[in-house]
C-alpha cells in the first residue's frame, strides 16, 4: 500500500511516499512555498517527478485550522480541500490534518535516537501528551489513546494572549501587539519571536539591534544581548509550557517540535527552564511529573501522516 503524504509549513512544503507507516526517505521532496500559488502545484510537481504511482492514500498536514475537509494556512495564502488533493493524486483515501495532529500521530513511530531530553520526569504509557509546535508558527496538540485508537486534538493555541505578570512583560505585551493591540503566544515564541525579544531587549539596554532568529541562538551566551533575549524567550517559554501541562496533565510527556525547539534546546537548562515551568505555588511538586523532550526528527509530520492512513480508526 502505497500513500503520499506531504507536511506544509510556513515556508516550504516536504512531500514523500509511504508504505504502510513507514516514509520512504529517499523520496522525500522539498519545495519552496513561495515558487507555487498552492499546494496543487507542488503535488502536481511531486506525481510527476515520481513517476505518477498508484496511491492508495493521501494525507497532507498544514500549518493553519482544518474543518470539514478544508484547511488554511495561517502563515500562508493557501486554502487546501481533500477534494483537490484527492484529483491530484488520484488517491481512493484522503485525509487532510493540522501539522501538530500530524505529529501527534508520529510519537508512536519515531526512529531511534529521535528525542533528545530537556526535563526529566515519569513518563506513565498509555497517558495523556501534548506536542508543542515551536517553529514559523506555535501551536499545540494534545494526544489521548483511546484503546487501539488515537487522538490527537486540533487547536489553534499559539494565537492565545500572551501571559504577562511582571511590569516588565506588560511593556514586552504592548511592545509586540500589533495593529489590533493583541500580543499573542506567536508573536514570542515563533522564529519571529526570538527575533522581537532581540529587538526588544537590546533596545531597553540602549543599543538597538537586530538579527535573525538563528544568529541569535548561535550568538549566545557570548552576545550578551542574545543571551538576554533567549532568557526572556526560555522564561515566556516554561510559562506557556506549565499552563498548558496543568490544562491537559501530560503525564505522558511534552515534547517540543519545530526548527525553532530543535535550535534552543541546548540552551534551556542552562536558561532556566525548569524554573519558569515549574513556578506553580502549591502546584509546583505537580510540575515534576511532567517530563519534557524535544523531537529531532525533522520529517516526523511526514511520518504521522502516514501512520494516521494506516490506523484510519
Not at 511516499?17 to 503535488?43: C, F, I, M, Q, T
Not at 481533500?82 to 519515531?110: C, F, M, P, S, Y
Not at 500589533?178 to 537590546?202: H, I, K, P, Y
Not at 526548527?259 to 532556566?272: I, S, W
Amino acid at each position: 500500500m502505497t500513500a503520499l503524504v506531504a507536511d506544509i509549513g510556513g515556508t516550504n512544503t516536504r512531500v514523500a511516499l509511504a508504505e504502510g507507516a513507514k516514509v520512504l526517505a529517499d523520496s522525500v521532496r522539498r519545495y519552496r512555498n513561495a515558487d507555487h500559488d498552492g499546494l496543487n502545484g507542488v503535488l502536481a510537481a511531486f506525481m510527476a517527478q515520481a513517476g505518477h504511482p498508484a496511491l492508495t492514500g493521501a494525507c497532507v498536514a498544514l500549518a493553519g485550522p482544518v474543518r470539514d475537509g478544508v484547511g488554511r494556512m495561517t502563515n500562508l495564502d493557501w486554502t487546501v480541500t481533500e477534494t483537490d488533493i484527492a484529483g491530484v493524486t488520484g488517491a481512493g483515501r484522503v485525509a487532510l490534518l493540522n501539522d501538530l495532529q500530524a505529529q501527534g500521530h508520529a510519537l508512536d513511530h519515531l526512529p531511534g535516537g529521535a528525542l533528545a531530553p530537556v526535563l526529566p520526569g515519569p513518563q506513565a504509557p498509555g497517558a495523556a501528551r501534548l506536542v508543542i509546535g515551536l517553529g514559523t508558527g506555535v501551536n499545540v496538540s494534545a494526544v489521548h489513546r483511546c484503546g487501539s485508537a488515537l487522538i490527537a486534538t486540533a487547536a489553534e493555541a499559539g494565537h492565545v494572549t500572551l501571559p504577562a505578570m511582571r511590569a516588565e512583560e506588560l511593556a514586552l505585551a504592548q511592545h509586540a501587539a500589533g495593529a489590533d493591540g493583541f500580543a499573542s503566544v506567536e508573536d514570542v515564541l515563533s522564529g519571529r519571536g526570538v527575533e522581537a525579544l532581540f529587538a526588544w531587549v537590546t533596545m531597553r539596554a540602549g543599543t538597538p539591534r537586530r538579527m535573525t532568529a538563528s544568529q541569535i541562538v548561535a550568538a549566545a551566551p557570548d552576545d550578551a544581548g542574545a543571551e538576554a533575549a533567549l532568557e526572556l524567550y526560555t522564561r515566556l517559554l516554561g510559562r506557556v509550557a506549565g499552563d498548558l501541562a496543568l490544562h491537559h496533565l501530560p503525564f505522558g510527556g511534552i515534547y517540543l517540535i519545530g526548527g525553532v525547539a530543535r535550535a534552543v534546546t541546548p540552551h534551556l537548562p542552562r536558561l532556566g527552564l525548569a524554573d519558569s515551568f515549574r513556578d506553580k505555588g502549591r502546584f509546583a511538586g505537580l510540575m515534576e511529573e511532567f517530563a519534557i523532550h524535544t523531537l529531532t526528527d525533522d520529517y516526523a509530520a511526514l511520518t504521522g501522516c502516514a501512520a494516521c492512513l494506516n490506523h484510519p480508526d
